[in-house]
Each structure stands twice: as C-alpha cells, then as structure tokens.
C-alpha cells in the first residue's frame, strides 16, 4: 500500500511547466466545449451544433524520476495502471540528478457551446488544480522510494547538500464566457477566432522555496535521526473560505 501511495504522489506532483488535459479530443474537430480549454476558437466551425456537458474529470501528469515500463501496460483502461503500482511493476531513474513531479487536474462542470447563424458561444464552468516539485534532491526521493525509508542505509550519515528547490500548489475554479466566428474564409485560405472572458476564485495556494538545506540521516538503535544543518525555508499559504 505504502508503495501504491508513493507512486501517486510522484505521478501527482510537478515538473516545471503545466500539461493540457484530454489532449486526444480536445484536438478533434468534434472537442466541442472540451476543446476550449486549449483554444477558445476550436467551437468556430464545429462539427457539433450544440455541445452540453454535465460534468468532466481530466487529469495529467509527469514525472523524471518513476516510470511503468511500457511491457507492464495494456491498450486501453486505467485498471492496468492501477495494477501495475500496486504489484510494484513501476521502476526508478536512479540517478543523481534532481526529480520534477507534476500533475494538473480539472473538474468541468455544467458548460455548453452553441451557435447562432454564423456566431458562436459558450459558457463554461471549471475547478482547477496545479501542483509542483521542482529540483528536489535526488536522495530525499531516493528516501521515499525505498522500503526502509530513513532506514536506508546506503544514505545514512552523509551529509546532503540539496540546492534550491520549490514546492507549490494551487486550486482555483473559473466561470466563462465565450464569443467566436470565422474571420477569413476562401478557397485556400480560413481564419477564425474566439475570445473567453473569465472570472477566476482562488480557493488555496501554498509554497516552500529553499535556497538549501544541509541534512544527514544518523541510525540510531531504534530510529533514524533526521538532522539539519545551515536551513533557510520560505513558506506560505492562503485559504479563502
């Protein structure tokens, strides 16, 4: 179990930079509303004359430190993957470099796209999430990944220097406003394009940036100690409620 939880973690958190989700529809020209999240003028001259969805879960993730060999994987269904973290089939870059994690997940709720003559609209409603490691020293992920955790010996009573890393994350939710049309339409030549007004409500954020943390993990007869040396965190973090 504690395997199958860390593989979450390190597929949830982030590489600097963030994914699109649902790539393989919201490139189709039947994307309608879930095309828009990618680019607003995807509804001008849609397949679909009306496009109305209840709600939609997407998420994506990267990660350059734990990866499933494509052997352990099958065609279609999240199952496989599922299985394949909790038989512990994933393996390790185990290099000394340092790891990104990301993962960006949204909620689409009530949205519809329509046209009207030769204009088109939408409305759209949505709850987002972006969360992010970045430069995290490779012995703090080689910690979490082992069996033993602290108790890894190989890694104990070295002194680590980790560098500067960031941690962040945030949720947010949008409700928007669509307009578009073709702007250009000839024999070897179409243009079109959409404008989305939004209206943003941030719900929480938080970080951590350090500049470096000295750390050593000591082994004591019933625990390891975890020691910090020469540490400067930044924090902070904000809920509306």
């Known amino acids: 179990m504690k395997k199958y939880f860390l593989f979450l973690f390190a597929v949830m958190i982030s590489h600097s930079g963030y994914s699109q989700e649902m790539l393989g529809i919201a490139n ?11 680019n607003p003028s995807s509804i001008v001259d849609s397949r ?31 199952k496989g993957i599922s299985d394949a973290i909790s038989d512990k089939k994933y393996l390790e870059y185990d290099t000394v470099n340092n790891k990104n994690l990301t993962v960006a ?6 949205s519809v796209a329509f046209r009207v003559k030769d204009n088109y609209f939408a409305v759209l409603t949505t709850i987002r999430s972006v969360h992010s490691i970045s430069d995290l020293h490779y012995s703090i992920a080689k910690f979490a ?3 033993t ?16 890393f960031s941690i962040g994350d945030m949720l947010w939710g949008e409700i928007g406003v669509s307009y578009g049309r073709e702007i250009l339409s000839k024999e070897k ?8 007004v939004k209206r943003l409500y941030g719900y929480a954020s938080s970080y951590m940036m350090t500049d470096n943390i000295d750390y050593e993990v000591r082994e004591d007869t019933v625990l390891s100690v975890l020691v910090f040396n020469d540490t400067k965190v930044n924090y902070g973090h904000s809920c509306n409620e």
């Not at 679909?48 to 990866?67: A, E, P, Q, R």
């Not at 955790?149 to 500067?164: A, E, M, V, W």
């Open 149 to 164: 955790n602290l108790h890894y010996k190989p890694q104990q009573d070295i002194l680590f220097h980790t560098g500067p």
């Open 189 to 196: 030549n179409y243009l079109k394009g959409a404008i989305t």
């Open 105 to 110: 997940a949204s909620f689409r709720g009530p």
């Open 28 to 38: 189709s020209n039947y994307a309608g509303v879930s095309g828009m999240h990618l």
């Open 48 to 78: 679909l004359k009306m496009d109305v969805n209840l709600f939609t879960f997407g998420i994506s993730f990267d990660n350059d430190y734990l990866y499933i060999p494509k052997e352990e994987l099958t065609a279609f269904g999240f």
């Open 145 to 147: 990944y082992e069996d």
